[in-house]
């Protein structure tokens, strides 16, 4: 079978999307190429961002495949699944222009797991994966009857039927995944906000997958959900062929990079620089020391809140007081360049603390964003408790109450959100 892999030509004009907005290796392809490839299928892999390719031209090069079978993402990375895209414009508008012309369609992305009625209606898609997509994928491929295939959903006239649940990927055992030189060299300018010194290409590999944690305002329920690590020598493998290709910087994915001494002392030895997202709490200070010692440049600490009743509200089971966390984000920046703690803004928190507490982390080299309203993403406990199970205006309803949370914006912000029906008016079929 001929599979076409596709990361659409992302537009972030009025989002809510206040990520990292430069080019992502797409690493779930990047996956499900290897195990459908090892499947004897032929696969063309494409990314508008890194390529280069509009929408409109990405559907032509499917159509110039011949492909029998098109999947396509719903965000733009696996990087910022928990902060994706609300709306679905960009996927639609590829799927507009293949207008059919690459067999059956598949849908991946947190929006078909958490949302998959909508999610079918709005891209016209024939199925979605429910959960981390590889192996599902790669089942497609090999059978005619998508309806059997486990950890899926599609529609029946206008309702939604599904057969199973959430799919969990092995993902342990995911080979070393090789990228072409091109894509490679688009993707030089990959750093942080406020990290300017990158040496050599950008690129993502990721080492764990999933969060042993269960905060209130994480998606993951429906979505990367079970804590796994990948095999110590692919990672080290990947992260070789990355330094060959000339990369001088890689950026963990993974939802929580928890120490792995193993991994940090291999790194050592590299002429690699990386980044990572943890919880400041996991780590003692010989650990944030090792960090160091292996080129981690840049920890963005999911904090949330400069307060214990803060942290108790979004459930982030953390022991550890503010004045502790604080030390550990100072002593951190002793040894990583950039430091930065993410924040929330929660009704519990006291201004006043709030204030003191970024100033002082501020004044000693640690940058603390001004709170961003919390988005209740669906599946997320926080949008469960405040309306229950997702259902198809989900999206449509926490979008709306985030835009009703805003009194200023942040300084990790660039401009003001417009309405979800606004933004998919263009593209969307409902």
Not at 158 to 186: E, K, M
Not at 280 to 291: R, T, V
Not at 404 to 410: C, D, K, N, Q, V
Request: net charge negative.
């Amino acid at each position: 079978m001929k599979v076409a892999l596709v990361n659409p030509h992302w537009t972030y004009e009025h989002s809510i999307y206040f990520g990292c907005r430069q080019p992502h290796l797409p690493l779930e392809l990047g996956y499900c190429k290897a195990l459908l490839e090892a499947n004897r299928h032929e696969v063309l892999m494409l990314d508008g961002q890194l390529q280069d390719l509009d929408n409109a031209t990405l559907a032509e090069r499917v159509a110039a495949f011949g492909a029998n079978m098109t999947v396509v993402t719903t965000a733009p990375t696996y990087l910022f699944w928990r902060c994706a895209p609300p709306e679905l414009r960009v996927p639609a508008e590829f799927l507009k222009h293949l207008a059919g012309r690459g067999g059956r369609t598949v849908a991946v992305g947190p929006h078909g797991s958490a949302t998959p009625a909508p999610t079918l209606r709005k891209l016209g898609a024939d199925i979605v994966v429910r959960g981390e997509c590889e192996e599902v994928v790669a089942e497609l491929a090999g059978c005619d009857d998508w309806t059997a295939v486990p950890d899926t959903a599609w529609l029946d006239g206008d309702a939604p039927a599904s057969n199973g649940g959430v799919a969990v990927s092995r993902f342990v055992d995911h080979p070393a995944l090789q990228w072409p030189s091109d894509w490679i060299a688009a993707h030089a300018h990959h750093h942080h906000r406020f990290d300017t010194n990158q040496k050599g290409f950008g690129a993502e590999v990721e080492a764990s997958r999933g969060c042993p944690y269960n905060c209130s305002f994480c998606a993951k329920i429906d979505f990367r959900d079970a804590y796994r690590r990948r095999n110590h020598d692919a990672v080290i493998a990947e992260i070789d062929d990355l330094i060959a290709q000339g990369v001088g910087y890689v950026y963990f994915i993974d939802e929580i990079f928890l120490p792995q001494k193993a991994l940090l002392e291999a790194l050592i030895s590299r002429d690699v620089q990386f980044g990572v997202q943890t919880r400041i709490d996991l780590w003692k200070p010989e650990l944030l020391e090792l960090l160091g010692e292996a080129g981690c440049v840049s920890i963005e600490a999911g904090l949330e809140s400069l307060t214990v009743e803060g942290r108790e509200m979004l459930a982030k089971r953390c022991r550890l007081d503010t004045e502790e966390l604080a030390a550990l984000l100072v002593d951190a920046r002793r040894h990583v360049p950039f430091v930065q703690a993410n924040l929330i803004g929660v009704v519990e928190d006291d201004p006043a603390l709030v204030d003191y507490w970024r100033k002082h982390l501020i004044d000693n080299g640690v940058w603390a964003n001004e709170p961003v309203p919390l988005y209740p993403y669906p599946s997320s406990p926080s949008y469960r408790e405040l309306w229950g199970e997702p259902d198809d205006f989900a999206w449509e309803r926490a979008h709306e109450h985030y835009l009703a949370s805003f009194r200023t914006f942040s300084d990790i912000q660039d401009q003001r959100p417009r309405a979800l029906a606004e933004l998919e008016s263009s593209c969307c079929n409902r």
